[in-house]
């Protein structure tokens, strides 16, 4: 089959269907365009920066790559080339600096801006919420005038004064039992009064006297209408109040019982009758049957006499069953006492309970100042026997002024007191010997070092125990030893034994 090369005839009906699509086909585009030159004509920012409106762009078509010139017209508006107004794009910043002082411009604007009024007629104002602006306010300086904190803080030094005095007074009243004291104790002042003002009354008058000044004191006493005389003071009777009488603190509520001291015959007969008492008992108990009876204690001796014939059948089997008896009375004897014997720790707790003293009450503190500490033998015995005794305390080593501190009860203060001024041989040197008589020929400064002697500079009872187990300090000067004791709260033993080695000191020469 082969096709014809000439065009086949249009039919009129296709004619008129081809011209139809045509023409819906233009009228298409143009709405199109219509609507796209409606959407430009609204934002007319959009193809500014090229130079020209939307308008232009959809009619001009492609623009050149070259830089638009710029139009002004008579009031210097930018115009495009028609002499229309146009509206040149404005710069966005993209850097954070920029942004930031972007926003921190426009914030301003909104805080200068005056806040809107509200009147009391709308219905979203509310009285109570108060407007108040964003910013703080400046603070500004408040002068006063001189001397003002000055005359507060003496007030308030002057109150609080007077509130501790108060207080001393009220706890005093309350333990004599003075209730009237306790109860003026609590008075204060109605007012404040300056320092430079004299009032009519003192406060502390006007709350006993009736009439509350002092000419009432010079006026007539008067009498009232049945006769009394008025009192010119409140609170004040002819009647005496005796207070409470209350047992001191350290006296023991309990009873001490008194021991009785008995003498040797007295306890010789006491033991006699115990021992009788408890023979008797045992024997009661024997003749009851709630007891079997004792073996006979039998003995090499009295054999004979005890068993009789029974000794002479067997004498071998009789002598070995008393030598038996009598090893196991020997055995009970020695478990007995065995029993009775103290251990080792008990041994201890005996000694320490006889040694300790009860300080609960008071502790009994002596000082004693040594002229020379230097031997070895001396120190020991001053250590040694502090502990022995339980005792605490301190020794301060400096040149010709050792002090010695030891504290304890009555019983250990006697016995470490007898050591210090009459066991401890103070005049015996380092050697052994006393002191060389051979000091008379050398100077005088010798013999004066030869002087060893002991002094108890004070006694006396204090509240609690002050220092640890005796420890020496060596102090290289006074103020040494004067801090050390002060660290413990006693400097005035150092100032009172210090002070009497400088007199001694002063004396001998």
């Not at 709405?31 to 409606?38: C, D, G, L, P, S």
């Not at 047992?247 to 019982?257: G, L, Q």
């Not at 500079?457 to 509240?463: A, L, P, Q, S």
């Not at 220092?467 to 004791?485: I, N, S, V």
Request: proline content about 5%; charged content about 30%.
């Amino acid at each position: 089959m082969t096709l014809s090369s000439q065009p086949q005839p249009i039919i009129p009906e296709q004619q008129t269907f081809i011209h139809d699509d045509a023409v819906n086909k233009a009228k298409r585009a143009a709405e199109i365009q219509a609507r796209i030159q409606a959407q430009l004509l609204a934002k007319p920012n959009l193809l500014s920066a090229f130079g020209g409106t939307a308008v232009d762009k959809a009619a001009i078509g492609p623009q050149s790559t070259g830089p638009v010139a710029l139009i002004l017209d008579e009031e210097g508006r930018t115009v495009d080339s028609t002499g229309r107004a146009i509206q040149l794009p404005v710069h966005t910043p993209t850097l954070k600096a920029n942004i930031r002082a972007k926003r921190r411009e426009e914030f301003k604007q909104v805080q200068d801006k005056p806040p809107e009024e509200f009147s009391d007629a709308s219905t979203f104002f509310d009285p109570r919420v108060q407007l108040k602006t964003a910013q703080r306010t400046k603070r500004r300086f408040k002068f006063v005038e001189e001397g003002h904190y000055i005359q507060m803080a003496q007030r308030l030094r002057t109150k609080a004064q007077l509130d501790k005095l108060q207080k001393e007074i009220f706890q005093v009243a309350k333990k004599t039992g003075i209730q009237s004291a306790a109860k003026l104790a609590l008075i204060a002042p109605k007012k404040e009064v300056a320092s430079d003002d004299v009032p009519a009354v003192e406060w502390w008058d006007g709350v006993i006297l009736r009439n509350e000044t002092y000419e009432s004191l010079d006026a007539p006493v008067e009498q009232n209408a049945e006769g009394a005389k008025n009192e010119r003071f409140e609170g004040i009777t002819n009647l005496v109040e005796h207070p409470i009488q209350l047992k001191p603190p350290a006296d023991s509520t309990k009873e001490v019982p008194i021991p009785v001291m008995l003498t040797k015959k007295e306890r010789k007969k006491l033991r006699r009758m115990t021992r009788r008492e408890t023979w008797k008992e045992k024997q009661e108990k024997i003749r009851l049957g709630l007891e079997p009876p004792d073996e006979p204690k039998v003995r090499m001796s009295n054999l004979m006499r005890v068993l009789g014939t029974e000794q002479v059948q067997d004498p071998t089997r009789i002598e070995a069953h008393v030598r038996a008896q009598m090893a196991k009375r020997q055995k009970d004897h020695e478990d007995a006492n065995t029993s009775r014997k103290l251990t080792k720790q008990q041994r201890s707790d005996k000694k320490v309970k006889k040694i300790r003293e009860d300080t609960s009450d008071g502790v009994n503190v002596a000082v004693y100042r040594v002229t020379n500490l230097t031997n070895p033998a001396k120190k020991f015995k001053v250590e040694t026997n502090c502990r022995q005794l339980l005792m605490t305390g301190t020794v301060v080593l400096y040149r010709d002024c050792n002090v010695v501190v030891v504290e304890g009860g009555p019983k250990q203060q006697k016995k470490y007191k007898r050591l210090m001024m009459q066991r401890i041989k103070w005049e015996e040197n380092s050697t052994g010997g006393k002191a060389s008589k051979e000091g008379k020929e050398g100077t005088s400064e010798e013999r004066e070092s030869s002087i060893y002697k002991c002094f108890c500079v004070w006694e006396g009872t204090v509240k609690e125990r002050s220092f640890g187990d005796m420890k020496f300090k060596l102090c290289p000067a006074e103020t040494f030893a004067r801090e050390h004791f002060k660290k413990h709260g006693v400097e005035h033993y150092w100032d009172l034994a210090y002070a009497q080695s400088v007199l001694d000191a002063a004396g001998g020469e």
